[in-house]
């Protein structure tokens, strides 16, 4: 009888189910054969079936240059993405020593600057960080830590090591649908899911929960969590209500919050003023407070600044953190690793030329045509040229702007990307994924059981954001020691 | 709980409840008009006016034929009182509130919404429409029931019945004001014969056709359906009940002093109307005034709870 995977070809990239040889990889085997037992027919009514459930649950997010449409159905492909539980393991102590050092590295900037001291990085790199700000010096967050939630990005080399391609310290977001695609799936594949030893990823909440109290004032008994959201409007606004929903906290808008001439964080509720002790913020750091940062922001907090600093409210990631989210200063973090930590670092960094130094600068301006080149601060996938996919027009066109602001920019290889069967047309197809894992820190640290795996939906793509024409799938830890 | 959300489920409630009342009464008007002679004074038109949207209707079409109006009360986005603006509305609120009800009650609205969006060329026939019209009512039904189910009675819940109620009590007046159309001094013969079949219709619209048979255990009149409608106690639609219901709510709420002052004017003087004697003049204007009432009522509620108020 032909075989499901017959029609499937590995490319030279390394496939995340299937061997060079097109053979299953040990961990993947079950599912691979589960899939083969499956027609086309059954194929597509599960695909249909995990459509159906994703708008009834209304999993969405949002497109900004939508108008009139601001919601949009989720991109889900139905098969999951397999990673063995022992090489997770590595994968996840690596993740902590990485956040670990990334929020000695912010804490150090805002206050004794050692690292600079120390000659390890170039004054010139912190004070040209559009995220660094002279607000924050001095400030000491609870346990140290800025970055309370981190969503780093790794992708697979051709031979299959992990790479960290960047840690998101700002307003990471993806791990709502990390937790729906699992419920997806749970409907789509229930008896696969019975059979294999899939690590449950839906105790994220509990934890993000515990992580919030714990950075709360100490004098606060039973703190109040609040979940700060830009609004309806804002693409990862899902997102928001999700996670204030499975925490138990209130969802609030810039216009619930007042701060009182006590410096203390107040929400407007039917019975008046009620203190707010915990703000897990997803409002950019500029939009935070317009008595300190941008004076047009409608969607922050008239003193939101002040009340941290006089230590009654504690914002998750505290406000600068975004410093170390910086594709220049990412280049640094394997020094942090060590020079914090003393440790060697576990996970990878992918090799980055640095366009503000002037000899990178040149080998960089030589080799655009097989480089990816990136804005420093941006996110969501925008403003980056892909060398090898680009067109010459596109590649001069950059090269113009790289010139003009050698500090804003970076460039990587063009890594391979692994692939993962995907379902296209009802046959699948090899496409390129990343993985983005979450990573919280608080008095403990935790890391997510995989995470948000990407995927390029459009053959041959290597651009996996759901803004571009991105889907996701579900990620299975799973364990098949005997 | 946030003055913002308090207003979200308020509104989620009343535009539910709105869905709800628009479906139940554009099916038994359907079945109303099926029975009636065709040359009897009961019109679609009739329809526009209970929904006070004559005006609104012609602006976007010329005649008030079957098609035209069902398409403006039931489908029409561009018409802020269609069914389809109402459910929008409430999916939107709801859709801003999913933190503080069970998921069920939210997948269940959005599933609604999903349902009126994919059939909205089927309701153009009767047949679509009617089941259409079933599917909304069981859906809001639904709702109902995953609340009363999983929802604690908290301050939330309180707002939700208060929009509940207030929208409820509403919409029977307005029912009940096309009794002013029936009962006209100068209606037809023809119109008389076909008198009761139309009360039982009312009735139905209020889904109390069941429960005026128990409690009346006569056949049905004018003056009893609108004395069980305005009057009776244990009715959850009639006027008096719901604004009992509201009051409760009012009161189980901090900063309620003196809020329900104006309710209780209201229900002594209901009360004290002689449903039995009443002209049709004198109960349009009865209806006015509860109308008038609810609108205040409305209003004390934003003031004292809603984002505005602080």
Not at chain 1, 101 to 116: H, R, V
Not at chain 1, 260 to 278: A, H, P
Not at chain 1, 439 to 461: I, M, P, Y
Not at chain 2, 162 to 181: H, K, P
């Amino acid at each position: 009888m032909a075989s499901l995977w017959d029609h499937y070809t590995v490319t030279d990239a390394y496939d995340e189910m299937r061997g060079s040889a097109n053979q299953a990889r040990p961990s993947s085997h079950r599912l691979s054969n589960y899939l083969d037992s499956l027609d086309h027919e059954t194929l597509d009514v599960r695909r249909t079936a995990a459509d159906i459930a994703i708008m009834e649950m209304g999993i969405t997010f949002t497109v900004y240059s939508d108008e009139g449409n601001i919601d949009r159905a989720w991109p889900f492909d139905i098969i999951p993405r397999i990673i063995e539980n022992k090489e997770w393991r590595r994968v996840e102590v690596g993740l902590e020593q990485r956040l670990k050092a990334l929020n000695c590295f912010i804490n150090d900037t805002y206050n004794e600057q050692s690292f600079i001291k120390e000659g390890l990085i170039p004054e010139h790199i912190i004070a040209s960080s559009a995220n660094f700000l002279k607000e924050c010096v001095g400030m000491q967050p609870k346990f140290g830590v800025w970055a309370n939630i981190c969503g780093s990005d790794l992708v697979r080399d051709k031979d299959g090591t992990f790479y960290v391609l960047e840690d998101n310290l700002r307003v990471p977001s993806g791990v709502s649908y990390m937790i729906e695609n699992r419920v997806i799936t749970k409907k789509v594949f229930p008896e696969l899911l019975q059979d294999l030893d899939v690590q449950p990823v839906d105790d994220y909440p509990a934890h993000l929960l515990e992580m919030l109290v714990s950075i709360a004032s100490v004098d606060v008994k039973n703190p109040r969590i609040a979940v700060l959201t830009p609004g309806i409007y804002n693409s990862a606004y899902f997102e928001h209500a999700f996670l204030a929903q499975q925490i138990g906290a209130e969802l609030v808008e810039g216009a619930d919050l007042i701060v009182q001439e006590d410096d203390c964080v107040y929400m407007r509720t039917i019975n008046g003023l009620e203190k707010v002790d915990v703000i897990y913020r997803r409002i950019d750091d500029q939009f935070l407070d317009p008595d300190v940062f941008r004076k047009d922001s409608m969607l922050g907090v008239r003193g939101l600044i002040r009340a941290w600093k006089a230590g009654n409210v504690a914002l998750a990631n505290a406000p600068g953190s975004g410093v170390a989210d910086d594709k220049v200063v990412y280049s640094y973090v394997p020094q942090m690793i060590r020079y914090y930590l003393n440790e060697e670092p576990i996970l990878p960094n992918v090799p980055t030329y640095l366009c503000s130094d002037p000899g990178q600068l040149s080998y960089v301006l030589a080799h655009l045509e097989e480089l990816v080149v990136k804005p420093a601060n941006e996110s969501g996938g925008y403003g980056m040229l892909v060398g090898p996919h680009a067109t010459k027009g596109q590649v001069e066109e950059f090269r113009k702007i790289i010139k003009a602001q050698p500090r804003n920019y970076i460039a990587q290889p063009t890594l391979a990307l692994s692939t993962c069967p995907t379902l296209c047309d009802n046959q699948l197809e090899p496409r390129h994924v990343d993985l983005r894992p979450f990573v919280l820190q608080g008095e403990n640290s935790f890391v997510t059981a995989g995470g948000l795996t990407r995927v390029a939906l459009k053959k041959g793509s290597l651009v996996v954001n759901s803004s571009q024409g991105g889907g996701s799938k579900d990620t299975w830890i799973i364990n098949t020691g005997k | 709980m946030l003055s913002r959300s308090a207003e979200r489920l308020y509104w989620l409630a009343r535009y539910l409840e709105r869905t709800e009342n628009t479906a139940r009464l554009l099916s038994v008007y359907m079945n109303l008009m099926f029975d009636m002679p065709m040359d009897v004074e009961v019109t679609w038109r009739n329809l526009l006016t209970i929904f006070g949207a004559e005006e609104e209707f012609f602006q976007l079409y010329d005649v008030p034929n079957e098609q035209n109006t069902m398409r403006f009360l039931l489908t029409d986005i561009a018409n802020p009182g269609s069914l389809f603006s109402s459910l929008n509305s409430a999916r939107e609120d709801i859709r801003t509130s999913r933190e503080l009800m069970p998921d069920e009650a939210w997948q269940q609205v959005n599933e609604m919404y999903l349902f009126a969006k994919n059939n909205v060329e089927t309701a153009t026939n009767r047949r679509g429409r009617v089941l259409i019209l079933n599917e909304i009512m069981r859906g809001c039904q639904c709702f109902t029931g995953f609340l009363s189910g999983a929802m604690s009675h908290n301050d939330a819940l309180q707002f939700i019945r208060l929009g509940r109620n207030i929208e409820r009590a509403d919409m029977t007046t307005r029912i009940l004001d096309i009794a002013s159309i029936i009962l006209a001094d100068d209606r037809s013969d023809k119109l008389r014969q076909h008198e009761n079949a139309l009360w039982m219709h009312v009735l139905k619209s209020l889904s109390a056709l069941l429960m005026y048979r128990k409690h009346r255990r006569h056949r049905i009149n004018s003056g009893d359906v609108l004395d069980y409608l305005l009057k009776d106690q244990d009715f959850p639609r009639s006027v008096i009940h719901c604004v009992n219901e509201v009051e409760t709510c009012i009161k189980r709420l901090q900063k309620s002093e003196g809020l329900n002052d104006n309710l209780n004017t209201l229900a002594s003087s209901l009360m004290a109307t002689d449903i039995h004697r009443i002209t049709p003049a004198q109960l349009h204007k009865l209806l006015d005034d509860i109308q008038v009432k609810l609108g205040i009522t409305h209003n004390q509620v934003a003031s004292t709870w809603f984002l505005a108020a602080n």
